[in-house]
C-alpha cells in the first residue's frame, strides 16, 4: 500500500496539505475540504483515514487533474509520522494541537510534540498554534511558519463567523479548528468562500440528530482524550437550551499511570450536567450517577436514564465502542 500510494504521489502536481495532531485533526480536515469544494480539484482523507493503511488510500483516490490533497496523519509512536510523511510528501504541514494524548505510549509531552513535529522536516509551510511551547524546540529553522491563536467565535442562529467566515457548525471548540483550516487556505493563495460553509464532520464526530420529545443527541463516540472531552460538555451545556443533560463518557484510552488523574480532572468538569453515565472502569473516576462495565451494558442504562426532550452527549474513547450506545438512542 505505501509503495502504490508513494507511486501515485510521484506521478501528481498537486499540492499535498498534511495535517497532524493531538486533537482536532479529523475535523480540522473536514472543514479545510468544505472550504475548498467547489473552489478547487480536490481529494480529501475520508473519515479518519490516517495511517499506513489509511494514507495510501487517499492518495490513491488523486486524479490527473487533482489541485489539492487534504491527507491526515496519526501516529501510536516516534517515526511514524515522519514514515508517513515520506509517502506523502507534503508540502504544507498543520500541527493542530500538542495535548497529553497517547502518553501510555510516547511516555512525555515532550516526546508527543517531538513524534508530531518530524511532519515539519518535510514541508515548505508549516502552520501551528500560536501557543505550544512544547513544539517549538521541534520546528526546523528555515521554513515558512505560519501561526494560528485561540479563535474568538461568533455564534447566532445556529451559525459560527470566524474571521468573518460563516460555518454551519454550533460547537465553541470546532472554531479553533476552523482558524487552522482557514490559515491553510490562505497559504495555499485561495480568498475564502461566500454564503456559509457547510460542514460534515466524519462519522462519530460532533454529529447532531433529533431525539424523540425535542431532545438533542450529540455522538461524538469516535475517540476521547481531556481536551476534547471537556470542550464536548461544555459544548453539550451550550447546546441544552433548558433541556436535561445527560452525559454517557466511556474511558479515556493510553493516558498512561496518570489516567485515574485525568478522569477525576473531567469529574471536576461536569458542573451543569444532570446525569453522567460512565463506561469502562477508568470511567468510574467521572463520579457518575450510573455505572456500565462495557458499551453493550451502557445501552440499557441510557435508555433507562435518558428521557424525551433531554439532550445526549454520547463520548468515549475508539475502545469503548460507545456508537452503539448513541444507535441505540436513535
Same mark, same amino acid.
Given at each position: 500500500m505505501a509503495a502504490l500510494g508513494r507511486a501515485v504521489r510521484e506521478r501528481s502536481v498537486a499540492r499535498v496539505v498534511a495535517i497532524t495532531g493531538s486533537v482536532g485533526k479529523t475535523s480540522t480536515k473536514d472543514? &479545510?475540504?468544505? &472550504? &475548498?469544494r467547489g473552489r478547487v480539484r480536490f481529494v480529501a482523507a475520508q473519515d479518519?483515514?490516517?495511517? $499506513?493503511l489509511g494514507l495510501p488510500l487517499t492518495l490513491c483516490r488523486i486524479e490527473p487533474d487533482t489541485e489539492v490533497v487534504v491527507a491526515e496523519l496519526a501516529m501510536r509512536g516516534l517515526g511514524q509520522i515522519r514514515g508517513l510523511a515520506e509517502i506523502a510528501r507534503p508540502h504544507i504541514g498543520v500541527i493542530t494541537a500538542i495535548a497529553p494524548v497517547h502518553l501510555g505510549l510516547l511516555g512525555s509531552i515532550e516526546n508527543i510534540a517531538r513524534a508530531k513535529a518530524e511532519l515539519l522536516d518535510f514541508v515548505e509551510i508549516a502552520i501551528v498554534p500560536e501557543n505550544a511551547p512544547d513544539l517549538e524546540p521541534f520546528i526546523p529553522s528555515g521554513i515558512d511558519v505560519r501561526r494560528f491563536g485561540e479563535a474568538e467565535p461568533l455564534v447566532e442562529n445556529g451559525v459560527t463567523s470566524v474571521r468573518g467566515v460563516r460555518f454551519s457548525f454550533t460547537a465553541r471548540h470546532q472554531a479553533t479548528n476552523a482558524l487552522a483550516a482557514l490559515t491553510v487556505l490562505d497559504a495555499l493563495g485561495i480568498?475564502?468562500?461566500d454564503g456559509i460553509v457547510e460542514v460534515e464532520f466524519s462519522r462519530w464526530r460532533s454529529? $447532531?440528530?433529533e431525539l424523540s420529545g425535542g431532545g438533542l &443527541?450529540? %455522538?461524538d463516540a469516535w475517540n476521547a482524550n481531556p481536551i476534547a472531552m471537556r470542550a464536548a460538555l461544555e459544548h453539550l451545556r451550550d447546546c441544552a437550551n433548558g433541556r436535561r443533560t445527560v452525559a454517557i463518557l466511556g474511558d479515556m484510552a493510553e493516558l498512561g499511570p496518570e489516567a485515574p488523574r485525568f478522569h477525576e480532572e473531567i469529574a471536576r468538569?461536569? %458542573?451543569?450536567?444532570?446525569v453522567v453515565i460512565g463506561v469502562g472502569e477508568l470511567a468510574r473516576g467521572y463520579s457518575p450517577d450510573a455505572w456500565a462495565?462495557?458499551?453493550a451494558e451502557a445501552v440499557g442504562l441510557a435508555r433507562e436514564h435518558v428521557r424525551p426532550g433531554d439532550a445526549v452527549l454520547v463520548k468515549g474513547s475508539r475502545s469503548v465502542g460507545l456508537e452503539i450506545v448513541a444507535e441505540a438512542l436513535s
Amino acid at each position: 500500500m505505501a509503495a502504490l500510494g508513494r507511486a501515485v504521489r510521484e506521478r501528481s502536481v498537486a499540492r499535498v496539505v498534511a495535517i497532524t495532531g493531538s486533537v482536532g485533526k479529523t475535523s480540522t480536515k473536514d472543514i &479545510l475540504a468544505a &472550504l &475548498l469544494r467547489g473552489r478547487v480539484r480536490f481529494v480529501a482523507a475520508q473519515d479518519g483515514f490516517n495511517n $499506513e493503511l489509511g494514507l495510501p488510500l487517499t492518495l490513491c483516490r488523486i486524479e490527473p487533474d487533482t489541485e489539492v490533497v487534504v491527507a491526515e496523519l496519526a501516529m501510536r509512536g516516534l517515526g511514524q509520522i515522519r514514515g508517513l510523511a515520506e509517502i506523502a510528501r507534503p508540502h504544507i504541514g498543520v500541527i493542530t494541537a500538542i495535548a497529553p494524548v497517547h502518553l501510555g505510549l510516547l511516555g512525555s509531552i515532550e516526546n508527543i510534540a517531538r513524534a508530531k513535529a518530524e511532519l515539519l522536516d518535510f514541508v515548505e509551510i508549516a502552520i501551528v498554534p500560536e501557543n505550544a511551547p512544547d513544539l517549538e524546540p521541534f520546528i526546523p529553522s528555515g521554513i515558512d511558519v505560519r501561526r494560528f491563536g485561540e479563535a474568538e467565535p461568533l455564534v447566532e442562529n445556529g451559525v459560527t463567523s470566524v474571521r468573518g467566515v460563516r460555518f454551519s457548525f454550533t460547537a465553541r471548540h470546532q472554531a479553533t479548528n476552523a482558524l487552522a483550516a482557514l490559515t491553510v487556505l490562505d497559504a495555499l493563495g485561495i480568498d475564502p468562500p461566500d454564503g456559509i460553509v457547510e460542514v460534515e464532520f466524519s462519522r462519530w464526530r460532533s454529529q $447532531e440528530s433529533e431525539l424523540s420529545g425535542g431532545g438533542l &443527541l450529540i %455522538n461524538d463516540a469516535w475517540n476521547a482524550n481531556p481536551i476534547a472531552m471537556r470542550a464536548a460538555l461544555e459544548h453539550l451545556r451550550d447546546c441544552a437550551n433548558g433541556r436535561r443533560t445527560v452525559a454517557i463518557l466511556g474511558d479515556m484510552a493510553e493516558l498512561g499511570p496518570e489516567a485515574p488523574r485525568f478522569h477525576e480532572e473531567i469529574a471536576r468538569a461536569r %458542573n451543569g450536567i444532570d446525569v453522567v453515565i460512565g463506561v469502562g472502569e477508568l470511567a468510574r473516576g467521572y463520579s457518575p450517577d450510573a455505572w456500565a462495565a462495557n458499551a453493550a451494558e451502557a445501552v440499557g442504562l441510557a435508555r433507562e436514564h435518558v428521557r424525551p426532550g433531554d439532550a445526549v452527549l454520547v463520548k468515549g474513547s475508539r475502545s469503548v465502542g460507545l456508537e452503539i450506545v448513541a444507535e441505540a438512542l436513535s
